[in-house]
């Protein structure tokens, strides 16, 4: 990393015009290492509860995920800390809950497994409360949410889980709570979702995936996994601009809100809250430096005009050529 870059990861995330864009972190490995390397971000805005997990060889019980998540709110006194509560299934199993399934990524995958098993998601759900209640900054984000009951069970859930915990620790404010937007029926139902949740956070991982039935991790198809798809683009312009009309704080999350042209992409469309892994956020601020958002929002119309991946390279190629 040159001097350059490091110079920039020292202030806030400013574009060359001036504007504020924050800047949050994706983590769940090591907590310590992130936090080191992600210095100078707005707070954590995807923090991957199941990485945790992962690691264990049995389901850690609330006091081990207390502690844990009570240190990662520590890290980032006064900021934000999105905890995602588990997002197993899929391509991310766990060695002691054995799933087999034909079509994993359409199944028993996020929110599913832990509504089904609520034993589990109180356990954890609590642990994040104690957490919120000793440092104060908890967010919690539903992963894999496909319908509103999902939404309103969890809610449930989570203030059963506070009433309990209120009776013995005494009454302590709830949580913001936000969904993944990331199951494309997710797209559809934002006006309901503004009405339950604080925030939402787009998982362009599997929003690309489940958009364009291409799964993220076959090498057979990599070539056809792209954010970049006008499908893609279509659906994170919409995104956007719905949940401004609705007055609902959005953020990008997937690995597209880490890369150059991605946060390029991203900008134009009018998003200004990214999170990236923390080894992105100096190289993020560096670039963004040398974006103006006037320049991008001029070319907002024509990066919706492009028929292909091609075409929309070509017109974010030209604020990045300048931007040097
Ligand atoms: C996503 O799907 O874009 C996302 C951020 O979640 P994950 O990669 O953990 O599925
Ligand atoms: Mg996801």
């Known amino acids: 990393i040159s001097k350059d870059i490091l110079e920039s990861a020292k202030g806030p995330a400013l574009t060359l015009d ?11 490995l090591s907590a310590d ?34 502690r844990l998540y009570s240190h990662v709110l520590s890290r ?7 905890l995602r509560t588990l997002d197993v299934g899929g391509d991310k199993p ?9 079509n994993p990524f359409l199944g028993w995958r996020g929110i599913r497994i832990t509504l089904d098993q609520p034993d589990i998601f109180l356990i954890q759900l609590k642990a994040m409360l104690r957490a919120h209640q000793q440092q104060g900054n908890l967010q919690i984000l539903l992963p894999m949410i496909s319908s509103i009951s999902e939404v309103d069970e969890a809610i449930r859930l989570l203030r059963q889980a506070h009433f309990e915990l209120c009776d013995s620790l005494g009454d302590f404010p709830l949580p913001q709570v936000g969904v993944m937007v990331e199951v494309p029926a997710a797209l559809y139902l934002l006006p309901a979702l503004a009405g339950r949740v604080q925030f ?5 991982n599997d929003l690309t995936q489940y958009l364009l039935a291409v799964d993220r991790n076959n090498p057979r198809v990599a070539d056809l996994f792209s954010p970049f798809h006008p499908a893609v683009v279509q659906a994170l312009a919409q995104i956007q601009r719905q949940c401004g009309e609705l007055g609902l704080p959005v ?6 809100a880490g890369e150059v042209m991605g946060i390029t992409l991203l900008l134009a469309l009018g998003y200004r809250q990214l999170s990236m ?11 963004l430096k040398r974006l103006s958002l006037g320049e991008l929002d001029d070319l907002k119309a024509a990066i919706l005009d492009s028929k292909d991946a091609d075409e929309l390279s070509w017109q974010l190629h030209q604020p990045l050529s300048s931007a040097g």
């Open 33 to 66: 290492t992130d936090v080191a390397a992600g210095q100078g971000a707005d707070g954590v805005g995807l923090y991957r509860t199941e990485v945790p997990f992962m690691l264990a060889n049995r389901f850690p019980g609330e006091e081990e995920q207390f």
């Open 277 to 287: 892994n923390a080894s992105q956020v100096a190289r993020a601020k560096h670039l």
């Open 94 to 102: 766990l060695p002691y809950l054995p799933i087999k399934e034909d």
């Open 200 to 204: 939402v956070s787009v998982g362009s």
């Open 76 to 82: 980032y006194p006064g900021l934000p800390v999105t």
């Open 251 to 256: 953020s990008v999350c997937g690995e597209l």
């Open 18 to 28: 001036g504007q504020r864009i924050k800047l949050y972190i994706n983590a769940g």
